[in-house]
C-alpha cells in the first residue's frame, strides 16, 4: 500500500500568518489522484483539495495545493480562525485508499 | 443538495456484528459510489472498503476482509455497512462519504458512533 507521511505533525501559527503542509508518498501517485481534508473536532472530514491542486466547491481561495509524483503541499496563504483544524493528505489512485497521519494546525 | 445521512450510535458486545446505513438524497443514487471510513477516538482516518454504485463491486481493505460487507439498497437510496465479529478495538465513529466519479469522497455523512464494550 501506498504510505503517506505527513510532516509537520503539529503547526502553531498566529492568524493572519500563512501555512505550509507537507505530504509525502512511499509510491508515485498516478493521475495526480491526491487530496487534502480539513476536520474539525466532533465533525466529518471536509474536502479541500482534489486532484492534487484542484479546490472543491466552496472552498476558500486561500487554500491551494501542488505538488506531483510522491510529494504534495497543502497551503492556507492567510489563516482565518476557521482555519484551526486536522487537516489529512489522502491518495487515491490506487486501493487501498491510504491517508496520511494527519497535521494539526493550533493557534500559537 | 447532497445529503447523506446515517444512522444512529450502536453498542454491541464483542463477537455480534453492526449494520450502519447511509441515506442519501439530492442526486442520482446510481451515478456514485461509496467510501466507508472510521476513526476511532483521537485517531487518523482509516479506510474500510468502496462500493460503486451502478453495479455493486466492492473493494475491501485487506485487514476487514472476511468481517466487512458492503451494500446498495437502490429503492430506498440507502448505503450499507455491516461488520461482523466485532472487537472492543472496532469502537469508533464510522463515515459513509460519496465519491465524485474518481474515488474521491466529496460528501459525507455525520458519523456514527459505534461502541464494541461487554
Known amino acids: 500500500e501506498n504510505v503517506l507521511t505527513q510532516s509537520p505533525g503539529t503547526l502553531s501559527l498566529s492568524p493572519g500568518e500563512g501555512a505550509t503542509l507537507s505530504c509525502r508518498a512511499s509510491q508515485n501517485v498516478g493521475n495526480n489522484y491526491f487530496a487534502w481534508y480539513q476536520q474539525k473536532p466532533g465533525q466529518a472530514p471536509r474536502l479541500l483539495i482534489f486532484?492534487?491542486?484542484s479546490r472543491a466547491t466552496g472552498v476558500p481561495d486561500r487554500f491551494s495545493g501542488g505538488g506531483s509524483g510522491t510529494d504534495f503541499t497543502l497551503t492556507i496563504r492567510r489563516l482565518e480562525p476557521e482555519d484551526f483544524a486536522v487537516y489529512y493528505c489522502q491518495q487515491y489512485d490506487n486501493f487501498p485508499l491510504t491517508f496520511g497521519g494527519g497535521t494539526r494546525v493550533e493557534i500559537k | 443538495q447532497v445529503h447523506l445521512v446515517q444512522s444512529g450510535p450502536e453498542v454491541k458486545k464483542p463477537g455480534a456484528s453492526v449494520k450502519v446505513s447511509c441515506k442519501a438524497s439530492?442526486?442520482?443514487?446510481?451515478?456514485?459510489?461509496f467510501n466507508w471510513f472510521r476513526q476511532a477516538s483521537g485517531q487518523g482516518l482509516e479506510w474500510m472498503g468502496w462500493i460503486g454504485a451502478f453495479i455493486g463491486n466492492t473493494n475491501y481493505a485487506q485487514k476487514f476482509l472476511g468481517r466487512i460487507t458492503l451494500t446498495l439498497d437502490e429503492s430506498t437510496t440507502t448505503a450499507y455497512m455491516e461488520l461482523q465479529s466485532l472487537r472492543s478495538d472496532d469502537t469508533a465513529v464510522y463515515f459513509c462519504?460519496?465519491?465524485?466519479?474518481?474515488?474521491?469522497?466529496?460528501?459525507w455523512g455525520q458519523g456514527t458512533q459505534v461502541t464494541v464494550s461487554s
Open positions: 462519504a460519496r465519491d465524485r466519479g474518481t474515488v474521491v469522497s466529496l460528501y
Open positions: 439530492g442526486y442520482r443514487f446510481t451515478t456514485y459510489g
Open positions: 486532484d492534487a491542486s
